[in-house]
C-alpha cells in the first residue's frame, strides 16, 4: 500500500542551525501539507502547497519557514534558524484530490 | 478552530463496540464530516468519512444524524491496538487545510 515516508524521523540540532525536514508523498498525489504537533498538545496546520506553490498557511509558518518540492517527488520543509520552541513532531501528508488525506510517521524534531 | 465537540477521553471493553460521538451543530451543506485517528505520537490515520449517508468501510461505521448536527464513529470490536486519540473533522470537499481539535482519548481496557 503506497504510503507518505518522512526522513530522518528524529533530528537533532542546535539552536539557530537551518534543519531540512523531508518527505516523498504518494505518487500520483497534488497537494502536500506540513503540520507540527508540540509534545502534548494538538497537530496543528503549518502550511499547503499545490501547483508548485503555497496554498495557504498559517500563522506558525513565518519567514523562518519555506517548503519546496525540488524535483517532482520530495517535499521539503525548512526552517532556516531553528528555536527551542520548534521542537515538534512534524507531519508530512499529501492527496490527490477530493479525496482523504495521508500522513506520514512524522520527524521528531529536538532543538538544543 | 475545529468546530466540532468530542468528549475529552472515553473507555470501552476490548472486544466491545466503541461508540465515539462527535457534535458539529453548524456543519453546512457541504462539509463533510470525517473521521482520524492517532496512535501514540504516530502520523494521524485516516478512518472513514461521509457527507450524509451512514458509511463503512474495513476499520468503522459512522452514522450521520438525519440533521446532519451529530455523527457517531463506530468501531465494532475494538482491541487494544485501537487505543489511540479519535479525531472528528468537518472539511469542506475541496479542502485545503484541516484542523485538528482535541480528540477523543479512547482507551482499550482487557
Known amino acids: 500500500e503506497p504510503e507518505v515516508t518522512q526522513t530522518p524521523s528524529h533530528q537533532v540540532t542546535q539552536m539557530g542551525q537551518e534543519v531540512i525536514l523531508r518527505c516523498v508523498p504518494i505518487?500520483?498525489?497534488?497537494?502536500f501539507y506540513w503540520y507540527r504537533q508540540i509534545l502534548g498538545q494538538k497537530v496543528e496546520f503549518l502550511v499547503s502547497?499545490?501547483?508548485?506553490?503555497?496554498?495557504?498557511k498559517s500563522e506558525i509558518f513565518d519567514d523562518q519557514f519555506s517548503v519546496e518540492r525540488p524535483d517532482g517527488s520530495n517535499f521539503t520543509l525548512k526552517i532556516r534558524s531553528t528555536k527551542l520552541e520548534d521542537s515538534a513532531m512534524y507531519f508530512c501528508?499529501?492527496?490527490?484530490?477530493?479525496?482523504?488525506?495521508?500522513f506520514g510517521q512524522g520527524t521528531r524534531l529536538t532543538v538544543v | 478552530d475545529a468546530k466540532t465537540t468530542q468528549p475529552p477521553s472515553m473507555d470501552c471493553a476490548e472486544g466491545r463496540a466503541a461508540n465515539l460521538p462527535c457534535n458539529h451543530s453548524t456543519i453546512s451543506g457541504n462539509e463533510y464530516v470525517y473521521w482520524y485517528r492517532q496512535i501514540h505520537s504516530q502520523g494521524p490515520q485516516y478512518i472513514i468519512h461521509g457527507l450524509k449517508n451512514n458509511e463503512t468501510n474495513e476499520m468503522a461505521s459512522l452514522i450521520i444524524t438525519e440533521d446532519r448536527k451529530s455523527s457517531t464513529l463506530i468501531l465494532p470490536h475494538a482491541t487494544l491496538r485501537d487505543t489511540a486519540v479519535y479525531y472528528c473533522i468537518r472539511l469542506l470537499y475541496n479542502f485545503n487545510k484541516f484542523y485538528f481539535g482535541s480528540g477523543t482519548k479512547l482507551n482499550v481496557k482487557p
Open positions: 501528508a499529501s492527496k490527490q484530490g477530493k479525496t482523504e488525506a495521508f
Open positions: 502547497f499545490y501547483n508548485n506553490e503555497i496554498s495557504e
Open positions: 505518487s500520483n498525489h497534488l497537494y
